[in-house]
Antibody
């Protein structure tokens, strides 16, 4: 059974860089898409971006200029970096595995990391 | 503002049937992109409930069913149970945004 475990700093100041990592256990990074999704307090889900095991990335256009998603196949994990954060980036961040070609669905999720941006 | 529109809340008595709608546009559901559904219990991560419009992952009760038609999709819960109280989100792909889009979420209350 695939499990995703995520970790990273939970409290940031404005203008700092958000950095989260998601480890994949019980499965391989190969042949799948790996996504980051966030949920602002009391709000719905927002797709941030994803990376395929080949290294190809796809980003939400509104976040693209601040966003980096990368893979570390030797450690079976992938990471998110979001620069120049503001209070609007305060959210629970989830990592997830995507399946499918276009219109992927997310069949495994991490537990989520609450990231708070506050001065 | 979410690209896919869902009613904020639906409710029903135990044993009843409730339906959650998900309305999109011609750049997502209307193009034929698949719709998926997730259940989010309070304080937990979303869980895949329905994938590719009508399919249930192993372990999901057959009380949950999905459908898609035109620019909309629906999730039906029959034989409503107290444990079904949760938030439900639809999800699809948008060709204009070139990425995943989610619905605004629907809170199901069991009366």
């Amino acid at each position: 059974q695939v499990q995703l475990q995520q970790w990273g700093a939970g409290l940031l100041k404005p203008s700092e860089t958000l950095s989260l990592t998601c480890g994949v256990f019980g499965g391989s990074l190969s042949d799948h898409y790996w996504s980051w999704i966030r949920q602002s307090p009391g709000s719905g889900l927002e797709w941030i971006g994803e990376i395929h095991s080949s290294g190809r990335t796809y980003f939400d256009p509104s976040l693209k200029s601040r966003l980096t998603i990368s893979l570390d196949t030797s450690k079976n994990q992938f990471s998110l970096r979001l620069s120049s954060v503001t209070a609007a980036d305060t959210a629970i961040y989830y990592c997830a595995r995507g399946r499918g070609v276009i219109g992927r669905f997310f069949d495994h999720w991490g537990r989520g990391t609450l990231v708070t941006v506050s001065s | 503002q979410s690209v896919l529109t869902q009613p904020p809340s639906v409710s029903g008595a135990p044993g009843q049937r409730v339906v959650i709608s998900c309305t999109g546009t011609t750049s997502n559901i209307g193009t034929g992109y698949d719709v998926h559904w997730y259940q989010q219990l309070p304080g937990t991560a979303p869980k895949l409930l329905i994938y590719e419009n009508t399919n249930r992952p192993s372990g999901v009760p057959d009380r949950f069913s999905g459908s898609r038609s035109g620019t909309s999709a629906s999730l039906a819960i029959t034989g409503l149970q107290a444990e079904d109280e949760a938030d439900y989100y639809c999800h699809s792909y948008d060709s204009g945004l070139r990425g995943s889009v989610f619905g605004s979420g629907t809170k199901v209350t069991v009366l």
